[in-house]
Every structure is written in structure tokens, then in C-alpha cells.
């Protein structure tokens, strides 16, 4: 199929790590990206990985690639209130002489104090 | 660089009536541009792709003749509900892709801020 798959809610602590992750159906995808969205905000691209990488560190936030189970997943150090949003993972997949990105639900994090 | 501004944000219209939606790339100019439809607890939905100058390629299901795209210019896409109905209320979104603005040899996606549509 052409699903990627993500869990609805996440909720942690204020101050701990967030994890959220996404699968994928295919191999063949070049790019993978991770959107914030805000309450009533559009999407912000947070970061992206390229296929033949297994990590990608950007100050707080952590992406590790397995792609041989097709798993995303993006690591988000020292939660803060201004986390909380809707993240979206998505695929870039070759569409005809274009692409297009296929989307996951969204993962709604949710803050504790 | 690379803002996407959508107006307006927010519409009420009453059924019947047809609202137009525009989408401008601020900075940089977009060759391609999305509309996508979100509905609560889901996904974006990629609703159609145009391509300035062209005409708009619709995804299956999507009426062609009812949500009118037009991509006049490099900045400038429009998205006309027409006929509207209480269907149709939904969160709208453009996005506009331009060459990696870092140099990199890639697209990137950059994406409006949204309009809220509720069509009474």
C-alpha cells in the first residue's frame, strides 16, 4: 500500500525526550521529512534525511533511519511547552517526471508539566 | 527566505456561493504548487498539483470542475470552491516548491499558513 503510518498522540514530561515514529512502505523513497505543524499555524519542515543516511543530528532534535524495516523516527531532546504541535512525517516518491510527498497522519504531542 | 502567504485565513461563506482562495509564494518563485485538504485527526490530502502556465493535474476523486485551480504567474496560484457546500468546510493549504534555497540539489516544500472554510 501506500500508507505511512504514525501513531495519533504522543504525550511526556516537560524536560523529557520525545520519540516519534513512522513507517513506510517505500523502499525506493529518496528523501524523508519530518513538518511541524502548530495550532492553527501551517506546516514548518523541521528536517529531512536523505535515504543512504542512518542519523541526523540537528541541536535537539534527533533522526534515526532504519531502512531495512522502513522506520523513521525523530527524537526530540528536553521537551519544551513549545513542542507541543502535530508532526508529520512524510515520503518523497517519484511520481510519473515529478514526486510527490505521501503523508502520514500526524502525531499529536502533548506536553505534562 | 521562502514564505508562503494564503488569504484568507479564514472564510465563512453560505452554501451555493464560491470562494477563491490565493496562494503567493513572497520570496522566490514556484514553479509547482499544492493544494491540500486537511481534515481533523487526518492527513493532508494532496487535492491537486499545477505547474505555472499549465493546466492543474487533479488527484483521483477530486472534481476538477468544482475546486478551480489557476497558476497564473511564478507567485501566484488561486484555488475557487465553487458552488460551495457544507462538505466542502475544511482546512485548505497550499505549498509552493522551489530549488533548495541552501544550494543543495533538491526540492523543498514550503507551505501557507492555511484557510479555514466553513460553508454554512
Known amino acids: 500500500g501506500e500508507d505511512v503510518e504514525q501513531s495519533l498522540f504522543l504525550s511526556v514530561r516537560e524536560g523529557d525526550s520525545s520519540v516519534i515514529n513512522c513507517t513506510y512502505t517505500?523502499?525506493?523513497?529518496?528523501?524523508l521529512y519530518w513538518y511541524k505543524q502548530e495550532p492553527g499555524a501551517g506546516l514548518q519542515l523541521l528536517t529531512y534525511?536523505?535515504?543512504n543516511m542512518d542519523m541526523k543530528q540537528d541541536q535537539r532534535l534527533t533522526v534515526l533511519l532504519n531502512k531495512k524495516d522502513k522506520h523513521l523516527s525523530l527524537r526530540i531532546a528536553d521537551t519544551q511547552t513549545g513542542d507541543s504541535a502535530i508532526y508529520f512525517c512524510?515520503?518523497?516518491?517519484?511520481?510519473?517526471?515529478?514526486?510527490?510527498?505521501?503523508w502520514g497522519a500526524g502525531t499529536k504531542l502533548i506536553i505534562k508539566p | 527566505g521562502a514564505v508562503v502567504s494564503q488569504h484568507p485565513s479564514r472564510v465563512i461563506c453560505k452554501s451555493g456561493t464560491s470562494v477563491k482562495i490565493e496562494c503567493r509564494s513572497l520570496?522566490?518563485?514556484?514553479?509547482?504548487m499544492f493544494w491540500y485538504r486537511q481534515f481533523p485527526k487526518q492527513s493532508l490530502m494532496l487535492m491537486a498539483t499545477?505547474?505555472?502556465?499549465?493546466?492543474?493535474?487533479?488527484e483521483q476523486g477530486v472534481e476538477k470542475d468544482k475546486f478551480l485551480i489557476n497558476h497564473a504567474s511564478l507567485t501566484l496560484s488561486t484555488l475557487t470552491v465553487t458552488s460551495a457546500h457544507p462538505e466542502d468546510s475544511s482546512f485548505y493549504i497550499c505549498?509552493?516548491?522551489?530549488?533548495?534555497?541552501?544550494?543543495?540539489?533538491?526540492?523543498?516544500?514550503?507551505f501557507g499558513p492555511g484557510t479555514r472554510l466553513t460553508v454554512t
Open positions: 505549498s509552493a516548491r522551489s530549488r533548495s534555497l541552501r544550494g543543495w540539489d533538491t526540492y523543498e516544500q514550503y
Open positions: 520570496d522566490f518563485q514556484a514553479t509547482t
Open positions: 499545477s505547474n505555472e502556465g499549465s493546466k492543474a493535474t487533479y
Open positions: 517505500d523502499s525506493s523513497s529518496t528523501y
Open positions: 534525511i536523505f535515504s
Open positions: 512524510a515520503e518523497k516518491r517519484a511520481r510519473d517526471s515529478n514526486y510527490q510527498l505521501i
